[in-house]
């Protein structure tokens, strides 16, 4: 069975701060997927990446995979409240396995 | 734009009794899927759904479980007999193709007491 470990667990930061959470697999992904997920809502999907040693950038956000397939990066520049959420790193094979999650406070 | 919902928000019941969840996918995508996520815990795959039948599921969807698509629109989850445990949010998301962007519910918070 394929485990997802996330790190940190929480992290609470200041706007305008960096940030980087990571994502490790016990095997290589399928394809790599990051969600974001606000209270009561359903997660929303940020990115896939497929290729190791792919980069992609979102606005703020830069998201990084290892090039053995098995780890993925999270870098958040000048972190803002709005960036406030949970945050999920997935496996995509049929269905989606996802990572234990970190969750992320900004302060103001 | 499109999205998936779901009824009702909430749910409460008592210990034993059946509920039923619903789910109103996105009209052209063909992939069903549930999912739940215990308070504080990760999200965990329940089961998948495609041509009327289901893909794939998992230890969790036991035989209290089942699936449906009684009129060609809602996606339902049963819980048969529910059990304290079973307490969490259930999402529902639906894909276009297989392994394509999955689009979420809000969930149902299901509170068995």
């Known amino acids: 069975t394929q485990l997802l470990e996330q790190s940190p667990q929480f992290l609470s930061i200041q706007e305008g701060e960096n940030l980087t959470v990571y994502c490790n697999s016990s095997?290589?992904?399928?394809?790599l997927q990051w969600y974001r997920q606000e209270p009561g809502e359903g997660p929303v999907l940020l990115v896939t990446?497929?290729?190791?040693?792919e980069v992609k950038k979102l606005k703020r956000l830069t998201f990084q995979f290892g090039d053995a397939r098995k780890d993925s990066s999270l870098h958040i520049t000048a972190a803002q409240t709005g960036d406030t959420g949970l945050y999920l790193c997935?496996?995509?094979?049929?269905?989606?396995?996802f990572g234990t999650g970190t969750r992320l406070q900004v302060f103001p | 734009e499109p999205e998936v919902t779901q009824t009702p928000s909430h749910q409460v019941t008592q210990m034993g009794q059946e509920v039923i969840l619903r789910c109103v996918p996105i009209s052209n995508h063909l992939y069903f899927y549930w999912y739940r996520q215990i308070l504080g815990q990760k999200v965990e795959f329940l089961v998948s759904?495609?041509?009327?039948?289901?893909?794939?599921k998992s230890e969790i969807f036991d035989d209290q479980f089942s699936v449906e698509r009684p009129d060609g629109s809602n996606f339902t989850l049963k819980i048969r007999s529910t059990k304290l445990e079973d307490s969490a949010m259930y999402f529902c998301a639906t894909t276009r193709d297989r392994n394509t962007e999955a689009f979420f519910g809000q969930g149902t918070r299901l509170t068995v007491v």
């Open positions: 095997s290589v992904f399928s394809s």
């Open positions: 990446v497929v290729t190791g040693g």
């Open positions: 759904f495609y041509n009327n039948e289901i893909s794939e």
């Open positions: 997935a496996d995509n094979t049929d269905k989606l396995i």
